[in-house]
């Protein structure tokens, strides 16, 4: 499957982006869908997994409550909205797709992974 994560951008603090995913190529339904970012200088990080109905949804602790992790099956795509951005959150965010079971943060268990898009959060 392919994936082409999109919606990253420049943004102030306090602000929000919505990021997309699009898959094509496989049955999206199949995977669960994960969100990552990397920093730069600093090791790939789990943000947000979404089940494969979309009804369990798990986040790091350090943007919980701040972002939403959703799925729209029929139109095969994942989205992140990220509201009450803060400049830590600028990375790089990759989507990525799990074929197994489970509610792994590890980018390792991963099968697939889009090209990335940026997000910078300027203070």
């Known amino acids: 499957v392919q994936l082409q994560a999109s919606g990253g951008g420049l943004v102030q603090a306090g602000g929000s982006l919505r990021l997309s995913c699009a898959a094509s190529g496989g049955t999206f339904s199949i995977y669960a869908m994960g969100w990552f970012r990397q920093a730069p200088g600093k090791e790939r990080e789990f943000v947000s997994r979404?089940?494969?109905?979309?009804?369990?949804?798990f986040y790091a602790d350090s943007v919980k409550g701040r972002f939403t992790i959703s799925r729209d099956n029929a139109m095969n795509a994942v989205y992140l909205q990220m509201n009450s951005l803060k400049p830590e959150d600028t990375a790089v965010y990759y989507c990525?797709?799990?074929?197994?079971?489970?509610?792994?943060?590890?980018?390792?268990?991963?099968?697939?992974w889009g090209q990335g898009t940026q997000v910078t959060v300027s203070s």
């Open positions: 990525a797709a799990d074929s197994g079971m489970g509610t792994s943060r590890n980018p390792g268990r991963y099968d697939y």
């Open positions: 979404i089940s494969r109905s979309g009804g369990s949804t």
